[in-house]
């Protein structure tokens, strides 16, 4: 009995070290770039939040501006709903991103311009191909 | 027709479900034996239908008939032969059905095995097998059926085809070795179940898991490992591992599985921990599901971006009951589950392994809390706030290496109570090696948590290796054999804990690889023909570009010459620039691709990505990563699955 008790406390501290841990990593993160807050580019602006955030939205058909000396550096307008806000991105960028893609980008807003260093597009319609979209197909129509 | 007949099949699996369900539990109210034979053979029945229905679904795939909507989804056809049977589990009611397909060839194996075995525990056992196949023939008959037939006004002449990203061998295995795992675990809860229904929770269901733990560990494991693999092969951001929700979904189970495994050694020697083995396989189970709710229900976005469904309540809802149930059950049979015996002192070997187990569940909570940051924090806080690969980094490299220093501390304790003495024999060797590898490390330079890592990575080497000494001497000593005989004995004498110190040597192995992560380095760069760069001590030099066009895409090739800092030639890389679909008149509907070449050897791995090219300038877009010591991680894998084929190879029946 007695030693069972003395696992109960050990295992008790080993809890209590542990949720010491999680919490102090939750709210000290090493690194500047371990969290970012999910926010919509109207609450951006309105707010002009200048901490790490991250984005979702549609790229604007045309707005891509690839730097004719530097090919990596890049600007496009992100459009979410009818808010709009140009990004630089300065890395390589995915395969699937062009005009009209669902991107997620992450990074930081500082005078009118959103700096991102993370730039995710999804894929959706290979992956769950849209029925009702014909170009996905190839048709051959019947004449009704 | 047949789409039909598929379709007929699984509403025939269904209702076989039911009338499993009621003939058995009518069996434990009645003990009428017919009954049990009639509920053992309907639920093979359930199986025989699921696995038409499989048949006709993949049939359907590969004479590509577009009339099923799931076939005009995923293939087209042009798609190999080989990816038009993988699309099976490409979408989400293909891969539902694929899941109850995995399932009921367990639960076939289940109950022709244990026929005449088992009769206590086997009818709540059919009974948990047949729910949980019933809630997946649920989500097949009514939520997606994969026979939908197309819903057009028109002839589809040809599908969409594969997303080029899975047309991989890697891609094509991965899934289902997942999936072998996942599913394998519903075997040993639905045992567990049955234990606690029948009041018998002794170390009797324990032995009839064993194997099928290990196996269904194994199949995580490989999936796991594939899963990383695949990244790294193709994803082209130079990793195999990124803390993604659906990654994570994988790990997770995995960690409560692990512990699993060694804790239900001590309740098979000792009958201790009977609680915590059945919160571990519950846990196991519903977190199993849970990765599927994850991967499936889009609440989370990830590069696995599946769209949200009406999947989600459902798959929560399930898991949900399946812990209420069980752990109100664990509840109502608090008694039977007290252990006859106790923990007797802080330095034995079942000590260890309740530290070892503490440590585990405690990672998975860790990678919980990280997965599900943005709900919680979006409930609290009212922001959405997630986190990436730093902070897991951050929380779990401790915890690992706790984790790593336990696989050496634990084997060399001794059960009930180390003395003093063999603790001080047993230790000092490893220990020194352990320092002399940090002083070492040292002097070369490292510092902080790649020391620790590394030196605790000689330290648990090290004890294997006298763990496996010791046993070879004592052998050759006691019957004069020589070094080999007597390590072949000793093994195939006991597997399970010579297996079990291989696949820690597999881990040490990753840790090692793991480590190296903190050495990487990348450089993004442009080249035109003979033009050259140089990214940590290596220079590389675009020697050549060139265009071919291929059965299913057009590709841009680049040519680099990689030379180390004395000249001295390395090798030549060919990265490729890819356009499938390239003859889509829509030039949307293109997919471009990144295909990456990588240089490996034991030391480091240089890897190329073309990420674009100019073709008006002959200018190409390179990024080259260089990452240390990744091969340790895909060998230490290797080693992992030998380990554990060696710990669950049956026994000669004597």
Redesign the interface.
């Known amino acids: ?1 007695q ?2 008790k ?2 109960m406390v ?2 008790g501290g ?1 809890i209590a070290v ?1 949720i010491f ?2 919490g102090w ?2 709210s000290n ?3 500047e ?7 919509s580019v109207e609450q951006l602006l309105d707010d002009n939040i200048n901490k790490r955030t ?1 984005l ?1 939205g549609l790229v604007k058909d045309g707005s891509i501006v690839i730097s004719e000396t ?3 550096d890049c600007t496009f307008i992100l459009k979410e709903g009818h808010t709009e806000l140009a990004v630089k991105y300065d ?3 995915p ?2 991103f ?3 893609a669902e991107v ?1 980008v ?1 990074g930081q807003y500082l005078d009118g311009t959103f700096y991102a260093d993370e730039l ?1 597009t ?3 319609s ?4 849209d ?2 979209d014909e ?8 004449d ?1 | 027709m047949t789409p039909i007949a598929g379709g007929a099949a699984l509403n025939l699996a269904f209702g076989f479900s039911i009338l499993t369900v009621i003939s058995l539990i009518f069996y434990t109210r009645s003990g009428d034996q017919r009954l049990f034979l009639v509920g053992q053979r309907l639920s093979l029945t359930i199986s025989f239908f699921v696995f038409i229905a499989t048949f006709i679904l993949s049939y359907q795939l590969m004479i590509s008939n577009f009339d099923i909507d799931y076939v005009a989804r995923y293939t087209s056809l042009e798609t190999p032969i080989m990816y038009k049977i993988s699309a099976m589990w490409a979408g989400q009611s293909g891969s539902l059905l694929f899941w109850l397909f995995i399932l009921s060839i367990f639960a076939t194996i289940t109950v022709i095995q244990n026929q005449n075995k088992h009769h206590g525990l086997m009818p709540w056992v059919i009974i948990t097998l047949a729910v949980i196949q019933m809630f997946f023939l649920v989500l097949t008959n009514f939520v997606t059926n994969p026979f939908m037939p197309t819903d057009a006004d028109f002839v589809v002449a040809n599908g969409n085809g594969l997303n080029p990203l899975l047309q991989n061998v890697t891609m094509a295995i991965h899934p289902p070795t997942l999936y072998l795992g996942y599913v394998g675990f519903s075997v040993p809860f639905a045992f567990a179940f049955s234990a606690l229904m029948n009041k018998d929770t002794s170390s009797l269901w324990i032995q009839s898991i064993r194997r099928w733990t290990l196996v269904a560990w194994l199949f995580l494991s490989i999936g796991i490992i594939l899963g990383g693999w695949w990244a790294y092969q193709e994803l082209g951001w130079g990793g195999y591992w990124a803390w993604d929700p659906v990654e994570n979904a994988s790990f997770m189970p995995w960690l409560t599985a692990t512990a699993f495994v060694h804790s239900i050694i001590i309740q098979e020697k000792k009958d201790m921990l009977r609680v915590w083995n059945m919160v571990l396989i519950i846990l196991t189970f519903t977190l199993c599901i849970f990765g599927t709710f994850l991967t499936r229900s889009g609440v989370m976005s990830s590069v696995h971006s599946f769209t949200a469904s009406a999947l989600g309540p459902i798959f929560l809802s399930f898991v949900f009951i399946i812990m209420i149930v069980s752990f109100g059950l664990m509840y109502i049979r608090k008694n039977d589950l007290r252990s006859p015996r106790k923990m007797e002192s802080f330095t034995s070997r079942e000590s260890g392994f309740l530290f070892n187990n503490m440590v585990f569940v405690v990672m998975c909570f860790a990678v919980f809390w990280g997965t599900l940051f943005p709900v919680f924090s979006e409930a609290v806080r009212g922001t959405k706030i997630t986190v990436g690969p730093p902070f897991f980094n951050q929380i779990n490299i401790p915890i690992g290496l706790i984790l790593l220093a336990l696989t050496g501390i634990g084997p060399l304790l001794a059960w009930r109570k180390t003395s003093k003495e063999s603790l001080i024999r047993n230790f000092t060797f490893p220990i020194l090696s352990g320092l002399v590898g940090a002083a070492i490390f040292l002097f070369l330079g490292y510092k902080g948590y790649v020391v620790i890592s590394l030196s605790l990575c000689v330290f648990v080497t090290a004890t294997i290796f006298t763990e496996f000494a010791r046993g070879i001497k004592a052998r050759t000593n006691k019957f004069n054999e020589s070094i080999f005989v007597a390590l072949w004995r000793m093994v195939s004498k006991n597997r399970s804990r010579y297996g079990g110190y291989i696949v820690h040597l597999g881990i040490v192995l990753m840790f090692v690889g793991f480590t190296g992560h903190a050495f990487d380095k990348e450089k993004e760069f442009s080249l035109t023909v003979g033009e050259s760069d140089h990214v940590a001590g290596y220079e590389f030099e675009l020697i050549k570009m060139s265009e071919a066009e291929r059965a299913n895409h057009y590709a841009w090739i680049s040519e680099l010459r990689v030379t180390d800092h004395s000249g001295q030639f390395i090798t030549n890389l060919r990265p490729e620039k890819r356009v499938y679909f390239h003859k889509n008149p829509d030039v949307n509907r293109r997919q471009p691709h990144s295909e990456l070449d990588i240089y490996s050897t034991m030391n480091k791995d240089i890897y190329s990505i073309f990420s674009a090219v100019d073709n008006e300038n002959g200018i190409a877009f390179i990024k080259i990563m260089v990452n240390p010591l990744v091969r340790w991680v895909w060998i230490g894998g290797y080693i992992l699955v030998f380990g554990t084929m060696i710990a669950m190879w049956p026994r000669k029946e004597s």
């Open positions: 009995m030693s069972n003395k696992f050990m295992i080993v542990v841990w999680i990593v939750s993160p090493a690194d770039k371990a969290m970012a807050t999910f926010v991250k979702g530097n090919y990596l890395k390589t960028r395969d699937l062009k005009d009209g997620i992450t995710q999804k894929c959706a290979r992956y769950e191909g029925l009702r170009n996905a197909y190839n048709l051959t129509e019947i009704t």
